[in-house]
């Protein structure tokens, strides 16, 4: 759609770094949270996690 319309995605905007941030920031949070850390199976290692969620996105 975005190549139809001639407009720029986010992506092509931010680039996979500001997505990585993000990710990394959303993490950090993650891992200091009693709460919703628990919530992941690999506990406080969530290299896998990030980088999962920082490709799909």
Sequence with gaps: MSEQSGEKSVYDICGADFF?????AFY?????DQVLLPMYPEGSDTVGARHR????L
Excluded: K, M, N, S
């Excluded at 990585?20 to 990394?24: I, K, M, P, Y």
């Design 28 to 32: 950090d949070g993650i891992e200091t």
């Design 53 to 56: 969620l920082a490709t799909f």
């Design 20 to 24: 990585v941030a993000l990710v990394d």
